[in-house]
């Protein structure tokens, strides 16, 4: 049985598009250009998702969204903002309105055709049932969360958009550095996806991932340290492992000599595509939002690429020991 999908949007084109994509995904699409229309037709028919724009010509998306939730007859449709609006709090107030899900434009088929089949199936962002209103903040932020775990990934380049540079500057007490700074957020990004899952709202999320954070900190303290890109180029010689720094071993000269040997020889064991972002980081300073830019991919895309290239960069540099 083909599902109905109702679609509030009062630009042509994007009309024309959206029919086009869940067309060929075998979708039924419904349109219609203005909030009131939009209410008029629910009242006729209640429709398997809604698909809301926010820029409507007679009310927002998000004040819409929340007389669908406060209509008892209307509160079980699930509703995915569809919006060119990308700001994390426009997010957020996606949520806190009734949203299931939210996507910014421009759009990406496949990404909207799967964020579309995730709310018919039943998936919401936040607890099972209808997303009713709630509360701007931590209930809107949960939401938001668990659309990363379903599998919105623009949902985490928000997240990481709205807390980096408050936790790159929080961590500035820690670190001696901006650029270590900027590095053990991006860890701390990396791990936090990797728990997604544990995260309960119970605390706000920046409160869990300055947590963690401040863990990894700590934990690298306490391992053995690796001699790490960054601390060979900046000549950081206290970061080197002991059996490097003895004097009564070898020269200094000879020592700095042979670790950058061993250094330049791991680095080419790193395939070419992490190589090039260990230089660019390392080598070069250039910031997580640089290498976004010049790459043309999301700035969460670097964190994980740059986190696989240590990874790849200590296990090379242990071989070369």
């Known amino acids: 049985m083909t599902r109905s999908i109702l679609y509030v949007e009062d630009e042509d084109d994007y009309q024309i598009l959206v029919r086009r994509i869940l067309g060929k995904?075998?979708?039924?699409?419904?349109?219609?250009?203005?909030?009131?229309?939009?209410?008029?037709?629910?009242?006729?028919?209640?429709?398997d998702l809604l698909i809301l724009d926010v820029n409507l010509p007679d009310m927002d998306g998000y004040s819409l969204c929340r007389q669908v939730r406060k209509n008892p007859a209307s509160s079980v449709v699930p509703i995915l903002m569809l919006t060119v609006r990308r700001r994390p709090d426009e997010w957020l107030k996606g949520f806190s309105s009734g949203a299931n899900d939210y996507l910014s434009k421009p759009l990406n088929p496949p990404e909207l055709v799967a964020r579309v089949k995730h709310c018919l199936s039943g998936g919401h962002s936040g607890t099972s049932g209808s997303a009713g209103p709630v509360e701007e903040?931590?209930?809107?932020?949960?939401?938001?969360?668990?659309?990363?775990?379903?599998?919105?990934?623009?949902?985490?380049?928000?997240?990481?958009?709205?807390?980096?540079?408050?936790?790159?500057?929080?961590?500035?007490?820690?670190?001696?550095?901006?650029?270590?700074?900027?590095?053990?957020?991006?860890?701390?990004?990396?791990?936090?996806?990797?728990?997604?899952?544990?995260?309960?709202?119970?605390?706000?999320?920046?409160?869990?991932?300055?947590?963690?954070?401040?863990?990894?900190?700590?934990?690298?303290?306490?391992r053995n340290r690796v001699v790490l890109l960054e601390e060979v180029t900046r000549g950081d010689e206290s970061a080197w492992p002991i059996k490097l720094t003895e004097p009564d071993r070898v020269s200094d000269a000879l020592s700095v000599s042979v670790l950058h040997a061993q250094l330049h020889q791991a680095v080419a064991y790193v395939p070419r595509p992490y190589r090039q972002m260990l230089r660019w980081h390392f080598v070069r300073g250039l910031s997580y939002a640089t290498m976004a830019r010049r790459l043309k991919i999301p700035r969460g895309t670097v964190m994980s690429r740059l986190f696989k290239a240590r990874q790849l960069l200590r296990k090379s540099w242990r071989r070369v020991q």
């Open 137 to 222: 903040g931590e209930g809107a932020e949960f939401q938001l969360v668990q659309a990363v775990v379903s599998g919105n990934q623009a949902a985490f380049e928000v997240l990481i958009q709205k807390y980096n540079a408050r936790l790159i500057d929080s961590l500035r007490t820690y670190v001696s550095n901006g650029l270590d700074a900027e590095d053990l957020a991006s860890l701390a990004f990396v791990k936090a996806y990797e728990r997604l899952r544990q995260f309960r709202g119970q605390a706000s999320f920046f409160t869990w991932l300055y947590r963690i954070a401040v863990n990894e900190l700590q934990n690298q303290g306490r």
């Open 25 to 47: 995904a075998g979708f039924h699409l419904e349109l219609t250009g203005t909030g009131q229309s939009g209410l008029a037709a629910l009242n006729l028919h209640l429709p």
